[in-house]
């Protein structure tokens, strides 16, 4: 890997540019965030790879987890000998985002800025399609264009059924074939794979994330494990969120794989990942229609009819449930910190108008 970048080898752009004017003026410099360990980052510049941590001052106006630096954000720096303090992180164009882990209402920015995001299916017993839509409503959410990655074909005598029924959901989506043990596929995979676009590989534990990684990279620089044989599941070959450039010069994130897949901030995703269900919707009697129980739903029509799946119908209903427990959550939780920041102004209020003697 090359020590040095040029910003446009790590997809700086006019839109970065535009946000980076005042910071410029200011002294600091630009770099791209390629590894986050738990006090200090990785960054890519046109300095070198550097060591970074961030400014106290960023520390402490950050409202969330979020708003810190990670994998792909583009940062504004002060550098001095290889270490460079972080000042801030510029607005993404792009994120890839769930509601963290075992926690509720918190953010989890997976990575940042991509422009197509690889989400890896395999054709073997790790075949899920729900899990496949949760992806895309994502990926829809963050604005990042999905292609989908069949792999393992080489294990499923199946694949090119699979292959339909992943085409059935858009006709428009990407659907690239991949074998594990030869390089089949991967040619069709090249018009992706461009020089300054940023790729983001998505997909649980046991899919063959690392196997496609280092096909792309031409190297083995990811390790792999095989599946076991009794459940066919793989163990998480990947630990860290870590991005690549590929002798091309496309950039790569890898992440870690993912049994947690819960959303964050999904009704628009929701509705350009299920257009088929958004579609029949427009037919309904009732313009609040839930889909339910109502008379005259035309959604439900289509599920009697055979129409609609029952598969694809309860997966649309789930994850309405989860985005519309999200948002009134969420909706309580600003409401809370509105009320907390009434509260100390009035008491700061207070405190300034009896002073003590």
């Known amino acids: 890997m090359k020590s040095t970048f040029t910003l446009e080898q790590l997809g700086w752009n006019n839109h970065f540019m535009q946000h980076f004017t005042n910071s410029e003026a200011q002294g600091f410099e630009a770099g791209r965030v390629a590894i986050e360990n738990k006090n200090n980052y990785t960054i890519f510049s046109s300095q070198g790879e550097l060591k970074g941590e961030i400014s106290g001052r960023l520390q402490y106006t950050a409202h969330s987890e979020a708003d810190l630096p990670k994998v792909g954000d583009w940062v504004s720096m002060q550098v001095f000998d290889q270490q460079a303090i972080i000042h801030g992180v510029l607005p993404r164009s792009t994120v890839f985002t769930r509601n963290a882990a075992g926690k509720r209402n918190q953010a989890q920015v997976i990575a940042a800025n991509i422009d197509d995001l690889l989400i890896v299916q395999s054709a073997d017993q790790n075949y899920n399609l729900r899990r496949l839509e949760r992806y895309l409503v994502m990926a829809a959410e963050g604005g990042i264009a999905p292609v989908v990655v069949l792999s393992k074909v080489d294990l499923a005598t199946d694949w090119q059924q699979k292959m339909e029924e992943l085409q059935s959901f858009d006709a428009d989506l990407p659907v690239v074939p991949v074998s594990n043990t030869s390089a089949i596929g991967y040619k069709a995979l090249s018009q992706w794979i461009k020089p300054g676009k940023t790729l983001a590989v998505v997909g649980s534990s046991g899919v063959g994330k690392s196997t496609l990684i280092n096909h792309l990279l031409g190297t083995s ?78 959604v439900l029509a289509a599920l009697d009819s055979g129409e609609l799946s029952e598969e694809r119908y309860q997966s649309y209903l789930k994850l309405q449930k989860e985005a519309d427990y999200l948002e009134s959550s969420a909706d309580f939780l600003r409401k809370k910190d509105a009320r907390m920041k009434m509260i100390q102004k009035a008491y700061r209020q207070h405190k300034k108008n009896n002073p003590k003697r």
């Open 221 to 298: 620089q990811q390790a792999t494990q095989t599946v076991r044989d009794k459940d066919d599941k793989g163990k998480h070959t990947t630990t860290r969120r870590e991005m690549f450039i590929t002798q091309n010069g496309s950039i790569l994130i890898d992440t870690p794989g993912m049994r947690e897949l819960q959303l964050w901030e999904s009704k628009q995703g929701i509705g350009q990942v299920f257009t088929d269900i958004e579609a029949l919707a427009q037919d309904c009697h009732f313009g609040d229609c839930s889909h339910t129980n109502e008379i005259k739903c035309a």
